[in-house]
């Protein structure tokens, strides 16, 4: 992981614990994440329906290259892929990592973009509950269950990425799906509409004071995973 | 329409407008709208992704039967019908009105309901662009149009129903789809998290100041409808 540039993809409404969480895991483990997004500025993140911290985008996904990047993340947040979905360049974004076999790790309702990208066919899946049937219809084997790693179609791409499973205990808490509700994190402390910027890296995401994903782990239901 | 009785189902995030528009096009045509839901108490509307007010549930889904009622109105809102839908008994509701061809109104996110009761299949319907996709791989003929009526299934199923298509100019407006997002509504100047109760009617929601549809328009771009 050390050294390896991992995309984030994401927008308003995206759950802010499945955004810092693997944010976090790929720092810990020596590796360069970067949030693209469909607008510029910032994001909104929410713990499931109540507003949380906002987040500074890196760039726009319009201009990027699959080929800048080792691995895509895609956090859940029932809003954020619902309107990825519809932006045609995320879209192609997220078909370009498949299409290369590079790693590509989907967490709650972020699976809507591969079913977008047409690249769920033939895929084991699992996702947040309420996209089994969207899945299955777009030829996935969705399964019930809490972490699943495919690699039955790409095989250079690995299952569970590495630097989703790297041995940062956090990271692989979020390497979990759960069955019920997501449990939002600990109250961060922070005021929701602050800009929480990056201190003493690269990243532009995450450590001002409440911001950051440090402390913050799945107590009671992690958040649902799938490794595509 | 008169003494009709229209199910509204609906939880968490439903799109406000979405909801009290059509249900006061119900009452001003001499119907009985009832809101059912899966949970009992209140549920919380939105405008967008800004928590907006509270609505009284009549009843909840799981005691509910299509025989006690004439139609049925599946309103949007992002997290409403994602959550619905994984709800076995809002599920078997919806297909049962299918089943029994009655007519049922689906707005902007609702057809989700319809992919999960598999009920789009061979059916003209449109959507919040979002859908698209799941609805076309649920076997649904997705269009982009403002309105969609469908009758191709049910003969005895009115295609806009006539509850939706009132005279009312408000209702009329709300049997359309934009292609953009939605536009929240002017503002209420109702305190998020205030309960809107009925006046002078049997229906617990809406009319409180603020709270009920009266003087709202789609000014801009009308939420998505599709009609089943």
């Given at each position: 992981?050390?050294?390896?540039?991992?995309?984030?993809?994401a927008t308003d409404m995206v759950e802010e614990v499945e955004l810092?969480?693997?944010?976090?895991?790929?720092?810990?483990?020596?590796?360069?994440?970067?949030?693209?997004?469909?607008?510029?500025?910032?994001?909104?993140a929410f713990n499931h329906?109540?507003?949380?911290?906002?987040?500074?985008?890196?760039?726009?996904?319009?201009?990027?290259?699959?080929?800048?990047?080792?691995?895509?993340?895609?956090p859940g947040g029932v809003g954020n892929p619902d309107?990825?979905?519809?932006?045609?360049?995320?879209?192609?974004?997220?078909?370009?990592?498949?299409?290369?076999?590079?790693?590509?790790?989907?967490i709650c309702h972020g699976?809507?973009?591969?079913?977008?990208?047409?690249?769920?066919?033939?895929?084991?899946?699992?996702?947040?509950?309420?996209?089994?049937?969207?899945?299955?219809?777009?030829?996935?084997?969705?399964?019930?269950?809490?972490?699943?790693?495919?690699?039955?179609?790409?095989?250079?791409?690995?299952?569970?990425?590495?630097?989703?499973?790297?041995?940062?205990?956090?990271?692989?808490?979020?390497?979990?799906?759960?069955?019920?509700?997501i449990?939002?994190?600990?109250?961060?402390?922070?005021?929701?509409?602050?800009?929480?910027?990056?201190?003493?890296?690269?990243?532009?995401?995450?450590?001002?004071?409440?911001?950051?994903?440090?402390?913050?782990?799945?107590?009671?239901?992690?958040p649902?995973?799938?490794?595509?």
């Amino acid at each position: 992981m050390q050294g390896k540039k991992i995309a984030f993809i994401a927008t308003d409404m995206v759950e802010e614990v499945e955004l810092t969480k693997p944010w976090q895991a790929v720092k810990d483990a020596g590796g360069q994440p970067e949030l693209r997004s469909i607008k510029s500025g910032e994001i909104q993140a929410f713990n499931h329906y109540d507003k949380s911290n906002k987040y500074k985008v890196d760039k726009e996904i319009s201009s990027a290259r699959m080929d800048d990047y080792d691995g895509l993340v895609i956090p859940g947040g029932v809003g954020n892929p619902d309107t990825m979905r519809m932006d045609q360049d995320a879209v192609e974004f997220v078909r370009s990592f498949f299409e290369a076999g590079k790693p590509v790790a989907v967490i709650c309702h972020g699976p809507w973009m591969l079913v977008e990208a047409d690249v769920a066919r033939g895929r084991k899946l699992t996702s947040w509950p309420s996209l089994k049937t969207d899945i299955r219809n777009a030829g996935g084997n969705w399964v019930d269950e809490e972490v699943v790693r495919d690699s039955s179609r790409r095989a250079s791409r690995t299952t569970c990425p590495r630097f989703a499973r790297s041995s940062s205990r956090n990271s692989g808490r979020a390497c979990t799906r759960a069955s019920g509700r997501i449990q939002p994190p600990p109250r961060s402390g922070a005021r929701a509409g602050v800009p929480c910027r990056g201190r003493g890296g690269g990243s532009s995401v995450g450590r001002a004071p409440g911001c950051g994903p440090g402390g913050r782990g799945f107590k009671s239901r992690p958040p649902p995973l799938a490794v595509a």
